[in-house]
């Protein structure tokens, strides 16, 4: 199971950490994703870890802003966003696969999914 969280109102210009907080597997045998769905838009990949590597992957739009981490022993994988834009308003999901997939930012190669957490930027 997954839980996102640390979503919320900001500024634009400003920074938020979301954290996604895994249970019941082990957080080093899985790929974990993040996806984003905009208002009227449909899910879109953000940022994916690699399970074992630890290789990072970054839509072209958060390259530079945001970073992915992932902290095994607290079984959370973070999401850091700098510099946030209204375009980054949406609720934001992560997601889990057991294998890696050079698909990361599509949604439909993800095995589990988080209940998403808001992400508002007001300019």
């Known amino acids: 199971q997954l839980q996102a969280s640390g979503g919320g109102l900001v500024q634009s210009g400003g920074s938020l950490r979301l954290s996604c907080t895994v249970s019941?597997?082990?957080?080093?045998?899985?790929?974990i994703g993040w996806l984003r769905q905009a208002p009227g838009k449909g899910r879109e990949g953000v940022s994916c870890?690699?399970?074992?590597?630890?290789?990072?992957y970054y839509a072209e739009s958060v390259k530079g802003r945001f970073t992915i981490s992932r902290d095994n022993a607290k079984n959370t994988v973070y999401l850091q966003m700098n510099d946030l834009q209204p375009e980054d308003t949406a609720v934001y999901y992560c997601?889990?696969?057991?294998?890696?997939?050079?698909?990361?930012?599509?949604?439909?190669?993800?095995?589990?999914w988080g209940k998403g957490t808001l992400v508002t930027v007001s300019s």
């Open positions: 997601a889990a696969r057991a294998v890696f997939h050079l698909y990361w930012y599509r949604d439909d190669v993800y095995d589990y």
């Open positions: 019941r597997i082990q957080l080093a045998n899985w790929a």
């Open positions: 870890i690699r399970n074992n590597s630890g290789q990072k």
